[in-house]
């Protein structure tokens, strides 16, 4: 079965720190890895994902995460923090044995002070 | 949001009454998803369809009812059955072919059940 864990329910930073919000994950086959965020009384976007290929991926609003196997983790980072990067921020995993079920995580809530 | 349209908004509703909540997309996605969203629980999924007039039960299905005519369309019922039905609930769509696993999101609708 797919599970994945959130293990901080907050993550404070200080603008212009870098920031770190931690995922780990548990799948039989190969992972599909996301992150996506949720602004207040939103739906939720797509940051970026993991399927193959490079360890370290890119994505919007200059985030980036890397793919550790070994770790069957997935951290979203970013180098310089944001007043507006304050959101709740979602980790996915799907397998890729068919069905498209995702599983996401309990969530993260970033708070990035000025 | 784009691409994915839910209402309405807000909806209130007594207890014991059925209610169905829309889903459309103009994305082309053959996949839909229903997911109920509690502070602190993450996103639960409730019901997925990868193909029309075919769904699967997700996490936690009792109590809701779902159908798939139109590949565009995904309407959740929520049932008297539903023992706790108050929530946000957010509609999502995915290609799932390629490269393209990614979840896009409606706005989602905030049910309450009094």
């Known amino acids: 079965a797919q599970s994945v864990a959130q293990p901080e329910d907050q993550v404070n930073v200080a603008e212009g720190n870098p920031l770190t919000v931690k995922c780990t994950y548990s799948v039989s086959g190969n992972p599909y890895l996301f992150w996506y965020v949720q602004y207040p009384n939103r739906g939720l976007q797509f940051l970026l994902k993991?399927?193959?290929?490079?360890?370290l991926v890119k994505g919007s609003y200059g985030f980036e995460a890397e793919f550790n196997k070994s770790q069957t983790s997935f951290h979203l980072k970013k180098p310089s923090a944001l007043v507006s990067d304050s959101a709740l921020y979602f980790c996915?995993?799907?397998?890729?044995?068919?069905?498209?079920?995702?599983?996401f995580g309990a969530g993260t809530r970033l708070f990035v002070k000025a | 949001d784009g691409g994915i349209t839910q209402s309405p908004k807000y909806l209130f509703r007594k207890e014991g009454q059925n209610v169905t909540l829309s889903c459309e997309q103009n994305?082309?996605?053959?996949?839909m998803y229903w997911y109920r969203q509690d502070p602190g629980q993450g996103l639960r999924l409730i019901y997925y369809s990868q193909i029309v007039n075919d769904f699967q039960k997700g996490d936690i299905a009792e109590g809701y009812s779902v159908s798939r005519e139109k590949k565009e369309s995904f309407p959740l019922t929520v049932t008297s059955a539903q023992k706790n039905p108050t929530a946000f609930y957010l509609c999502?769509?995915?290609?799932?072919?390629?490269?393209?696993?990614?979840?896009?999101f409606g706005p989602g609708t905030r049910l309450t059940v009094t």
């Open positions: 999502a769509s995915t290609q799932g072919t390629g490269n393209s696993y990614e979840q896009y």
């Open positions: 993991y399927i193959t290929g490079d360890n």
């Open positions: 996915a995993v799907s397998d890729n044995t068919g069905g498209f079920k995702t599983i």
């Open positions: 994305l082309n996605h053959d996949a």
